[in-house]
């Protein structure tokens, strides 16, 4: 068994407002357009911008697969075939299907450079085509010591479309790596506090969304073809959330920066020898009273702005790109007009101050206490629909036992009555039930997407994993899901054969 011993010391700090990002986006229409301009004042200046490494990421394009017909001297194909009663469809997936399903792109690794980091592993369920969620992961040195290797971990999950999750999966770490290698510390070769490093990683946020939004401006008047234009905005059209963890191993530090509603989550064994689950950050939503009361406190006399646990109709409070939320009014119409942008807010929504949105996040840092197992379970809420952070914590601990334990997976698997969907609104529950939590998979997030959907109820996760889209999202958002084990011995012994 592992180590049930408690101990920890924990240093939690929320970042304050160190940097306030409800900036003002001017914009005045060039040539025949010049006589109605739109004035408004910007009040946060950043003076690294166009410095920063990487800026220029707007100008390249996405690969887009491409068919070329070619000529042919053979007969057209025939069309040949007696009708059929039904569609030959094949049926749906069988337990070896699901299992290739939901471990499809999941990956293990070893950490053995990295002190205090044991293994990580991750995996990533789609249900939009293309999936909306990206993600990286690996190590990279200290901003002020080379000597001292860092670990990051990241999820992105875009809405409305994939690029601008995509655009955060190049840029973001390189923008907050930017942001803190300007910061110095007070004694060469030694860490920052905590509250400049939370202000530096703030700062590459706001940075990155910044210039999102400021070269959306700059492109729809500049004199570049239509089709560049288009491609250039497309992440200002698009949105993301972002949560990003770096571990700082000199000092067993993990940074926690979140913006939006994905979720990270602390696991470690108390005194009594259970699982805790430490909130490492809170979904930023329109049901989040104290994001409702920022919200209401920057735009006062705007009582409309959140209904319903919505944002002007967004679910989330804070995210990268979704312009419609900031631009001004009446630049939403003329690139609506001249470019096919997203409809403008108006006239469902009374518009009169934005941006409404901010890509801020919130920062935390926490002690990992060397002494005791711990691991971090980050995931999009296409997880945590169906979880609650104890429920993950569990499951993850359960999966760590059932390893250490002689016997290893083997369990019975029950018998469930037939199921259909109409099930559920007789009762059943869509989230987690303890009674379907099945043990059978070598990589801890694909454990945790396993028993999200159904668990050992083979005909439920069946069911669920047999829709594609567009018809999954309703019962399933994409899920992308990484979890990395502090301080726990021999796991890398028992690494999947196959990463």
Same mark, same amino acid.
């Given at each position: 068994?592992?180590?049930?011993?408690?101990?920890?010391?924990?240093?939690?700090?929320?970042?304050?407002?160190?940097?306030?990002?409800?900036?003002?986006?001017?914009?005045?229409?060039?040539?025949?357009?010049?006589?109605?301009?739109?004035?408004?004042?910007?009040?946060?200046? &950043?003076?690294?911008?166009?410095?920063?490494?990487?800026?220029?990421?707007?100008?390249?394009?996405?690969? %887009?697969?491409?068919?070329?017909?070619?000529?042919?001297?053979?007969?057209?194909?025939?069309?040949?075939? #007696?009708?059929?009663? +039904? *569609?030959?469809?094949?049926?749906? @997936?069988?337990?070896?299907?699901?299992?290739?399903?939901?471990?499809?792109?999941?990956?293990?690794?070893?950490?053995? /450079?990295?002190?205090?980091? $044991?293994?990580?592993?991750?995996?990533?369920?789609?249900? !939009?085509?293309?999936?909306?969620?990206?993600?990286?992961?690996?190590?990279?040195?200290?901003?002020? /010591?080379?000597?001292?290797?860092?670990?990051?971990?990241?999820?992105? %999950?875009?809405?409305?479309?994939?690029?601008?999750? *995509?655009?955060?999966?190049?840029?973001?770490?390189?923008?907050?790596?930017?942001?803190?290698?300007?910061?110095?510390?007070?004694?060469?070769?030694?860490?920052?506090?905590? *509250?400049?490093?939370?202000?530096?990683?703030?700062?590459?946020?706001?940075?990155?969304?910044?210039?999102?939004?400021?070269?959306?401006?700059?492109?729809?008047?500049?004199?570049?073809?239509?089709?560049?234009?288009?491609?250039?905005?497309?992440?200002?059209?698009?949105?993301?959330?972002?949560?990003?963890?770096?571990?700082?191993?000199?000092?067993?530090?993990?940074?926690?920066?979140?913006?939006?509603?994905?979720?990270?989550?602390?696991?470690?064994?108390?005194?009594?020898?259970?699982?805790?689950?430490?909130?490492?950050?809170? %979904?930023?939503?329109?049901? /989040?009273?104290?994001?409702?009361?920022?919200?209401?406190?920057? +735009? @006062?006399?705007?009582?409309?702005?959140?209904?319903?646990?919505?944002?002007?109709?967004?679910?989330?409070?804070?995210? =990268?790109?979704?312009?419609?939320?900031?631009? #001004?009014?009446?630049?939403?119409?003329?690139?609506?007009?001249?470019?096919?942008?997203?409809?403008?807010?108006?006239?469902?929504?009374?518009?009169?101050?934005?941006?409404?949105?901010?890509?801020?996040?919130?920062?935390?840092?926490?002690?990992? !206490?060397?002494?005791?197992?711990?691991?971090?379970?980050?995931?999009?809420?296409?997880?945590? %629909? =169906?979880? $609650?952070?104890?429920?993950?914590?569990?499951?993850?601990?359960?999966?760590?036992?059932?390893?250490?334990?002689?016997?290893?997976? $083997?369990?019975?698997?029950?018998?469930?009555?037939? =199921?259909?969907?109409?099930?559920?609104?007789?009762?059943?529950?869509?989230?987690?039930?303890?009674?379907?939590?099945?043990?059978?998979?070598? !990589?801890?997030?694909?454990?945790?997407?396993?028993?999200?959907?159904?668990? /050992? +109820?083979?005909?439920?996760?069946?069911?669920?994993?047999? &829709?594609?889209?567009?018809?999954?999202?309703?019962?399933?958002?994409?899920?992308?899901?990484?979890?990395?084990? =502090?301080?726990? @011995?021999?796991?890398?012994?028992?690494? #999947? $054969?196959?990463?």
């Amino acid at each position: 068994m592992l180590l049930l011993g408690m101990g920890r010391t924990r240093l939690r700090v929320t970042t304050t407002s160190t940097l306030r990002t409800r900036t003002k986006y001017s914009w005045a229409p060039k040539g025949p357009r010049a006589s109605s301009p739109f004035r408004s004042t910007k009040y946060i200046a &950043l003076a690294t911008l166009f410095s920063t490494p990487g800026l220029w990421w707007l100008a390249t394009t996405s690969a %887009d697969a491409t068919g070329h017909s070619a000529a042919c001297d053979d007969d057209p194909p025939r069309l040949e075939g #007696p009708p059929t009663e +039904h *569609e030959g469809v094949e049926p749906g @997936p069988s337990k070896d299907q699901v299992t290739r399903i939901i471990s499809r792109g999941a990956y293990s690794f070893a950490v053995r /450079n990295v002190p205090g980091v $044991s293994r990580y592993d991750g995996a990533q369920l789609a249900s !939009n085509s293309l999936c909306e969620d990206k993600f990286i992961h690996g190590r990279f040195p200290s901003p002020w /010591n080379k000597d001292n290797q860092w670990m990051a971990w990241a999820i992105f %999950d875009g809405h409305s479309g994939w690029q601008t999750a *995509e655009l955060l999966r190049q840029q973001l770490l390189p923008f907050v790596r930017h942001s803190l290698s300007q910061q110095k510390p007070f004694s060469s070769g030694k860490s920052l506090p905590d *509250e400049l490093v939370h202000h530096a990683i703030v700062k590459g946020f706001v940075s990155l969304d910044d210039s999102i939004v400021k070269t959306a401006l700059s492109t729809a008047e500049s004199r570049i073809p239509l089709q560049e234009k288009i491609k250039k905005l497309a992440p200002a059209y698009a949105g993301s959330c972002a949560l990003l963890s770096m571990y700082d191993s000199s000092t067993s530090t993990l940074h926690v920066a979140c913006t939006g509603d994905s979720r990270a989550v602390l696991g470690q064994k108390d005194s009594d020898g259970r699982w805790e689950a430490v909130a490492l950050s809170v %979904d930023q939503t329109g049901r /989040n009273q104290e994001e409702v009361s920022r919200l209401r406190k920057e +735009h @006062p006399g705007e009582e409309e702005i959140v209904k319903d646990g919505r944002v002007l109709g967004l679910a989330v409070s804070r995210a =990268f790109g979704d312009c419609q939320w900031k631009w #001004p009014l009446e630049f939403q119409k003329d690139v609506q007009r001249r470019f096919y942008g997203p409809s403008p807010l108006t006239p469902r929504y009374a518009i009169q101050t934005p941006p409404y949105l901010t890509a801020e996040p919130v920062v935390t840092s926490t002690k990992i !206490n060397p002494d005791i197992p711990s691991f971090l379970i980050m995931a999009t809420d296409g997880l945590w %629909d =169906f979880l $609650s952070n104890q429920q993950a914590v569990d499951l993850v601990g359960r999966w760590l036992e059932s390893r250490s334990a002689a016997d290893g997976n $083997s369990t019975r698997e029950p018998t469930h009555e037939p =199921f259909d969907f109409g099930q559920f609104w007789k009762g059943v529950s869509w989230k987690f039930v303890a009674g379907r939590t099945t043990v059978q998979d070598d !990589n801890a997030a694909v454990h945790l997407v396993r028993n999200s959907l159904g668990g /050992n +109820h083979h005909e439920l996760i069946a069911g669920r994993l047999a &829709l594609g889209p567009p018809f999954s999202r309703r019962l399933r958002d994409d899920s992308t899901v990484q979890v990395v084990f =502090f301080n726990v @011995p021999d796991l890398e012994s028992r690494m #999947p $054969s196959k990463l």
